[in-house]
T-cell receptor, first 117, second 111 residues
Framework: EPEVTQTPSHQVTQMGQEVILRCVPISNHLYFYWYRQILGQKVEFLVSFYNNEISEKSEIFDDQFSVERPDGSNFTLKIRSTKLEDSAMYFC???????????????FGPGTRLTVL | GQQLNQSPQSMFIQEGEDVSMNCTSSSIFNTWLWYKQEPGEGPVLLIALYKAGELTSNGRLTAQFGITRKDSFLNISASIPSDVGIYFCAGPGGAGNMLTFGGGTRLMVKP
């Protein structure tokens, strides 16, 4: 069964460093998402991406964040200058996107645990 | 923004017991989703509800989409140890169908 994959599974970085989190969405999906989950808290939406551009972003997704689909398979999240409070699990998700809105579901990857020291 | 409130926050039950958890919203959702998250993994979709009043089952799991479209419940019958995890309700919205998640119900099952 197709699945969303993410690399690395765990990333440790120093505060102020740039990190790139990578995702390979399900191959025929059109919509891509990043979410984050701070330890012990709920999953929060960061950004959605469709047709090579951001379709929606939350207030968490500030100028330090960017997303890119550099080729036909990868979808990346970059944090330019990491802060301690960026430590969290980051989940990528994808959705087929050809069904009526709200009727097809998002499939999540296993996540990347980001630890900022 | 939209908010989803889940209750209870946690449950510790004996294997074999039935479980019920619910989710309420400050606004209407046209779709309700229930996900399960196990430690170190991403959320996995359990049940999707698309119509007000809809009752849907997936094995021992049953979920209902409330008539007001502002609530949903999830029941698990005859719980087993592998039911342990965090159960999240979620609803899509916005231009990109972003998901809003509830705070989760942590389920612990004692063998």
């Amino acid at each position: 069964e197709p699945e969303v994959t993410q690399t690395p599974s765990h990333q440790v970085t120093q505060m102020g460093q740039e990190v790139i989190l990578r995702c390979v969405p399900i191959s025929n999906h059109l919509y891509f998402y990043w979410y984050r989950q701070i330890l012990g808290q709920k999953v929060e939406f960061l950004v959605s991406f469709y047709n090579n551009e951001i379709s929606e972003k939350s207030e968490i997704f500030d100028d330090q964040f960017s997303v890119e689909r550099p080729d036909g398979s990868n979808f990346t999240l970059k944090i330019r200058s990491t802060k301690l409070e960026d430590s969290a699990m980051y989940f990528c998700a994808s959705r087929w996107g050809r069904a009526p809105p709200g009727t097809d579901t998002q499939y999540f990857g296993p996540g990347t645990r980001l630890t900022v020291l | 923004g939209q908010q989803l409130n889940q209750s209870p926050q946690s449950m510790f039950i004996q294997e074999g017991e039935d479980v019920s958890m619910n989710c309420t919203s400050s606004s209407i959702f046209n779709t309700w989703l229930w996900y399960k998250q196990e430690p170190g993994e991403g959320p996995v979709l359990l049940i999707a509800l698309y119509k007000a009043g809809e009752l849907t089952s997936n094995g021992r799991l049953t979920a209902q989409f409330g008539i007001t479209r502002k609530d949903s419940f999830l029941n698990i019958s005859a719980s087993i140890p592998s039911d342990v995890g965090i159960y999240f309700c979620a609803g899509p919205g916005g231009a990109g169908n972003m998901l809003t998640f509830g705070g989760g119900t942590r389920l612990m099952v004692k063998p």
